[in-house]
């Protein structure tokens, strides 16, 4: 199965994208979520993509990691954290 073209994934894949791209080896599945949602806990609120997708729960932002690991544009490294494979 080939992948989509960047331009046609939704603005929450393309934004994990670019997350894992930027600070690749950082984050695991469930971390990534908890940035991307804003979630309390995190420890890193001054990172400029904190809550940025607030109106979504960690469990729809998980499912969408899941589906971009799946479908090979995310990775996982020796550490489980998420990484953009390199073609």
Known sequence: MSQLPFTRLTPLQQTILEVVG????RFYR??????????????DKELPEYGCFS??????VLYQIDIL????YLALDAFDHLIVPQE
């Open 30 to 43: 469930s971390d990534l979520a908890k940035l991307l949602v804003g979630a309390k806990s995190w420890p």
């Open 69 to 72: 690991l799946q479908q090979s």
């Open 55 to 60: 109106s979504l729960r960690r469990k729809d």
């Open 22 to 25: 930027k600070y690749s080896h």
